[in-house]
């Protein structure tokens, strides 16, 4: 397996805690709120702006909204992490970066059955971290040109 | 003999068969998750299993949020899994002989299937698969 597999990075938006695979991340990006151009909406890909990032425009996208998490994190206070998509770069706005775990540090947590119906288009897997129940970020769940290149 | 576990939720009393009681866990934070269905106010971890902290019968669904600063989590087992339920107090287990099993009042809210009259206070008797089976029912909230 490799590395940036075996690795997970932990994000948080609202109370929730979120695993991200490490080969999808290209860059964490702090400040955004004045590298946002709020022109770029797009409701039905959850996209709330454009970032400028390395002289190119790219999707920002927030699961906050997308997943109705409540959340008091103001936007000068969020980051960005710039994910490879399959249509290239895109942005997830979250509130906080905690860290990068090894995935043998997670414990693996089955969702329950009469969860599921209500959970599945938004995610399927859930770890462990420290006794903290953690949600494995699918990208292209959030995003349609999310997945995978 | 049939027992029953009493507890208080809220200024109401339940009771829930003992048959169906796995634990009672006091002051034990539970965990938001995104998309949970609108009867479900948080999940615990027990034993590495997620266990949804749901809603009991007649509550204002929009206010279940005041469910996760419960005392107590009383954990009980349906026929589709573990469920938790609040708690401000729990009352004891009580043999049913000890009291007087009543059916369910007229118009009483789903999810009630009887009553248990102990010491002149009537328990709700709760119908611990409805409740389960709810969250199926009903989603969509803001996490």
């Known amino acids: 397996m490799p590395q940036s597999v075996a690795r997970k990075l932990i994000f948080r938006v609202g109370e929730t805690g979120f695993l991200l695979d490490l080969d999808r991340l290209v860059e964490i990006c702090e400040q955004v709120a004045e590298k946002i151009d709020g022109n770029y909406v797009d409701a039905e890909l959850g996209i709330i702006g454009a970032l400028s990032f390395r002289q190119t425009q790219i999707p920002v996208i927030d699961p ?49 059955p009469l969860l599921k119906p209500a959970i599945a288009a938004a995610y399927s897997q859930m770890s462990l971290f420290a006794g903290e129940p953690m949600v494995h970020f699918e990208l292209d769940r959030f995003y349609a040109f999310g997945a995978p290149s | 003999m049939e027992r029953l576990g009493l507890f208080v939720f809220s200024g109401s009393f339940y009771a829930v068969p003992l048959i169906t009681l796995r634990k009672i866990v006091h002051q034990q934070n539970g965990y938001l998750l995104p998309k949970l269905p609108l009867a479900v106010s948080e999940v615990l971890v027990e034993n590495k299993q997620l266990i949804p ?38 009352c004891g287990i009580i043999a049913a002989h000890k009291g ?44």
């Open chain 1, 64 to 112: 906050a909204i997308t997943l109705g998490i409540e959340t008091s994190c103001p936007l000068v206070d969020k980051r960005a992490l710039v994910l490879k998509g399959s249509e290239g770069n895109w942005a997830l706005l979250v509130d906080c970066v905690e860290e990068i775990v090894s995935i043998d540090k997670l414990d693996s947590c089955d969702i329950p």
């Open chain 2, 53 to 90: 902290l749901v809603a009991l019968p007649g509550q204002d669904l929009g206010r279940i949020s005041e469910n996760r600063g419960a005392e107590y989590k009383v954990l009980v087992e349906s026929e589709a899994g573990t469920i938790a339920l609040p708690a401000d107090e729990t």
């Open chain 2, 100 to 143: 007087e099993l009543l059916p369910a009042e007229e118009g009483e809210s789903a999810g009630i299937k009887g009553r248990f009259n102990y010491q002149s206070t009537d328990y709700h008797i709760l119908d611990i698969d409805f409740l389960a089976l709810r969250m199926t029912q009903v989603t969509d909230k803001v996490a």
